[in-house]
């Protein structure tokens, strides 16, 4: 199967447009539900994740989304914010270090159901009492950006939409939100508040990008090209970049390359670049071998460069800037 067939039936699976139902990953009874610090809600359809400043020691701290969130809600700085998660139930990309297991991203019946936006808002209300941030996760939920449409309707009918922000990721892969939303739903989109996008790249060249997703490198050029279009919008938009990699030579140069590409669509886009870290969590460790428990290790050696470098090019107080205050307009 062609891959642009293999994303679209990925897409068809888990949205039915004559209903605007979206299929969801039953978290409850998973082998991700080992790794969670508190137990599923939404009757095992949702989950709280708690996002965390402080990495480690060795890694840059994280502020996504809490700078995005507590700036857009006008709530004081903090370090850790309280959000609540749906998973889209598939995925068109197999990242070996996805903390999802791959039967809750392949839209299975046993461990899915169909949910419209009112049906999740619902579960929302009725279990997350005083949680601020409403995280649409997956899997990858932009096979279908008509999920973030329709619950940021549901947030305005029900008066709920400055009370909390919205969240969603975004692999870079496909360009559904520019080929199915309509004119009218895009302007919506993009004239919400309380909704913040981040775009992962996942690798910083051709080779890790492929190592990472076993998708062909010229996918790792058509990241660039969405988040461009995406930025021509005017969404409050931010990066996550991951590091592994089974190969870290000429890692200086590869490095340069990388955040001159960043450069190119704006000056100061690598400073709304998060580093993921990746960690081993439970699904992970069915589909490690050698290459990757190196790559884990060779990551820290890639963030290295890559803070190094970013300290050679920006100044002290840019780099001290709260990410959601680096403009890129």
Known sequence: MKIDNYFLKCRESVFNKDNNVFLLSKIGGSSQEKDLTVPPNCDGYGRIRHFRRFIS??????????????????????????????QIAS????????????DLKKALEHSSKWFSAGDMINLFQRDCQGVRVLDLSGGNPELVPEWIYYI????????????????????????????????DQIDYIKNYKFYGKVCCFKGFDNHSFSFNTKLPQEYFDKQFENFEKYLALGLDLYGYVTFTTDDVSDLEERMANFINRLKKIHPLLPLRIVPLKIAI????KNRLNPSYIEAVENQKRVYKEWKKQLEDIYEESLLNTRICDIFLS
């Open 57 to 86: 020691e060795k890694w840059g701290k994280d502020p996504l989304p809490i700078d995005p969130a507590c700036k857009a809600l006008g709530l004081e700085a903090c370090d850790m914010i309280e959000t609540q998660v749906f």
């Open 91 to 102: 995925c068109n990309v197999k990242c070996w270090y996805c903390f999802v297991p791959d």
């Open 152 to 183: 940021m309707r549901e947030l305005e009918k029900r008066g709920i939409e400055r009370n909390v922000y919205l969240w969603s990721d975004d692999t870079l892969t496909t360009d559904y939100f520019f080929e199915y939303l309509q004119k």
């Open 281 to 284: 969590f439970t699904p992970v």
